[in-house]
């Protein structure tokens, strides 16, 4: 359900869903780049996001049936995931705080200044990054506010034009006047081709840091977003921080699937550079980190 309220969770209706999929479902949307411009008339609504202590952030608020409407199907309005059609993306998932902490620690940034300081100093700066699975973007945001150049993706141009665009732009409002306002763009389409479309349109085509949070959930999407790595990331110093949960129950995703099949591609080294044990669910939220490793194949030179 895209949110009227927060709430978290891959719970066992999304899992079953993506589990009757007869197989992988096909995921055929174009890669493109979205110029954004704002509707007239359309008011943007937003509600604060505890990140840490000192920094919150904005999300924008979507109701069930707006973005039904907005995806022209109706299935959205009563599932977070439509195999093939919608991603979730107008739904805040729970791993995005995480992944947004994870940058402010590992990037040297102190999050009561990110909102203040007329000048922040962060690992951050100058760095080109892509968000993979973007939704609201806000691991995106922090890095853009810490003064990376930015690209947000999203499977749907839809959650872009509504929410994501919408979004930055709230967000990157509320900094001083006197801190730059680094370059952002946005892409929709499916992994595999935004890989081959920012390769090969000159973009730049690759990325010193790629996010993405909770979008390795089945092994097919894992996959996917893996040949997208691969292809994007720059090498040697490159890395991919990757936050979701351990298991999604039913589905055969998460962490621990996932690195295993960056395991046995060998392209990457990985490991868990951060670990939530959420005791409700029972279960583990991670971050995990991509790189290559030190002696690199001069074919990724």
Known sequence: ?????FRFNFGKEEAQQVAEANGEPEYDAPAAEI??????????????????????????????DEA????????VASSDLVPGRYE???????????????????????????????????????????????????????????????????????VLR???????????????????????????GDWRLVGEHLTGQGYGGHYDVI??????YSVPAQERMLECIKRLLQPPNGVALIAAKRYYFGVGGGTKSFRQLVERDGIFETSVVAEVEDKASGNVREVIL????????PYFL
């Open 211 to 216: 996010l993405a949070s909770e979008t390795i």
């Open 162 to 188: 509504r929410l994501t665009a919408p979004n930055v732009i709230a967000n990157m409002g509320r900094l001083p006047r006197s801190r730059p306002r680094p370059a952002s763009r946005f892409f929709s």
């Open 35 to 64: 110029v954004y411009r704002p509707t007239p008339g359309v008011p943007f609504f937003t509600e604060d996001v505890p990140i840490e202590e000192g920094l919150n952030l904005l999300k924008g608020t979507i109701t069930s």
């Open 88 to 158: 979730g993306g107008f739904k805040l998932w729970e791993c995005a705080a995480d992944l947004c902490k994870l940058l402010l620690s590992r990037y040297g940034v102190a999050p009561g200044q990110v909102l203040t300081a007329a000048e922040l100093a962060s690992g951050l700066q100058g760095k080109k990054v892509l968000e993979l699975g973007c939704g609201h973007g806000l691991p995106g945001i922090v890095a853009l506010m810490c003064g990376a150049e930015v690209h947000f993706q999203d499977y749907n141009a839809e």
């Open 1 to 5: 359900m895209a949110e009227e309220g």
């Open 290 to 297: 991509l790189k290559f490793p030190a002696s690199i194949h």
């Open 68 to 75: 039904a409407a907005l995806m022209g199907d109706t299935r």
